[in-house]
């Protein structure tokens, strides 16, 4: 665990037949600072002891002083010991321990202060358990080693910074590794994304996913995925395929919106009802959409004029 002391003052032969200096200490800010001190080396002669914690300015005047008169606890005795409970004392100024002795024989004592900070924490405990004291300790002094393990954290939190900040500016910021979903995210507000990224960066990726098999896969009740391109003439979905090897991909399911961008492969499945229909731009032209030789299709049947050239009244959604 953390030790409150902050420092310790030591010395020998030292004269305490009149009132003499020990240790000193100044206080490095506002707080609460005691000491513990031992005396050894004593005549074992019976011997009354006073002890005075002088309480100064930076200057050494006097603000106050904490003493005591106590006879040893037995007359043989060579040591003695006692401890003044931390006090207030302000930054720069400081604390002196006095020690006298009335055995005119205690001319050579040996002596020792340690100053600790009144408030400090120190749990030596946790729930009556010193285990988990000290577990705790190594998530807080940044050691770790040791994992927390809740049922449930929750953060009330009204900061427009975030709940939770989290920076690392040399590796990820959050690392996260499951057994079937290494991050699951649940949220019963309508209106509200369950997670919302966002980089207001001109050119910045705001969501970046890679897989080994699949890089991004999304499943829902009323659509697997919803994207728009919320800029002036924005781009719903770019992607960008990587034909280095065979193309075996296909696309299931159903598009919703315009699309713009070559297909390569091939389009299986019924096409449903054009809505909102609007009338060609210019007019149908055969030669641009007959087979030529060398194109990569084959007609399933005779090409028939007839059946695409557009007829009056007809209306068809431009591509």
Request: charged share 15%.
């Amino acid at each position: 665990m953390a030790t409150p002391f902050v420092e310790l003052d030591s010395g020998s032969n030292l004269n305490i037949t009149t009132e003499q200096a020990t240790g000193s200490y100044t206080a490095p800010a506002d707080g609460l600072f005691g000491c513990d001190f031992r005396i050894s080396s004593m005549n074992n002669a019976a011997a009354t002891i006073t002890a005075r914690l002088a309480h100064t300015t930076s200057g050494n005047t006097l603000i106050r002083s904490f003493y005591f008169s106590l006879p040893k606890f037995a007359a043989t005795d060579t040591v003695f010991g006692w401890t003044f409970q931390p006090v207030p004392v302000k930054s720069g100024e400081k604390l002196v321990l006095y020690l006298q002795s009335t055995n005119a024989s205690d001319t050579a004592v040996t002596w020792q202060v340690d100053w600790f900070d009144g408030m400090a924490a120190d749990a030596v405990k946790v729930s009556g358990d010193i285990t988990a004291a000290d577990n705790f300790e190594t998530m807080l002094d940044g050691t770790g080693g040791k994992k927390l393990t809740l049922e449930q954290l929750r953060i009330n939190s009204t900061s427009a910074g975030g709940a939770i900040d989290i920076d690392n500016s040399s590796y990820s910021g959050v690392s996260i590794n499951g057994g079937t979903a290494a991050l699951l995210i649940e949220n019963d507000k309508t209106n509200f994304g369950a997670v919302q990224i966002y980089n207001a960066n001109a050119t910045g990726v705001a969501l970046s996913v890679t897989g080994g098999g699949v890089g991004f896969y999304a499943g829902g009740a009323a659509a697997g995925m919803s994207v728009q391109g919320t800029g002036v003439g924005g781009v719903g979905l770019i992607a960008t395929p990587n034909f280095a090897g065979e193309h075996t991909g296909s696309i299931v399911g159903d598009l919703i919106g315009n699309i713009v961008g070559d297909f390569i492969g091939d389009l299986s499945g019924s096409v449903g009802s054009v809505t909102d229909p609007v009338a060609l731009t210019e007019a149908y032209d055969p030669a641009k959409t007959a087979a030529q030789a060398g194109d990569a299709m084959t007609l399933t049947e005779a090409y028939d004029a007839a059946k695409t050239a557009a007829q009056p009244g007809d209306q068809t959604k431009e591509l």
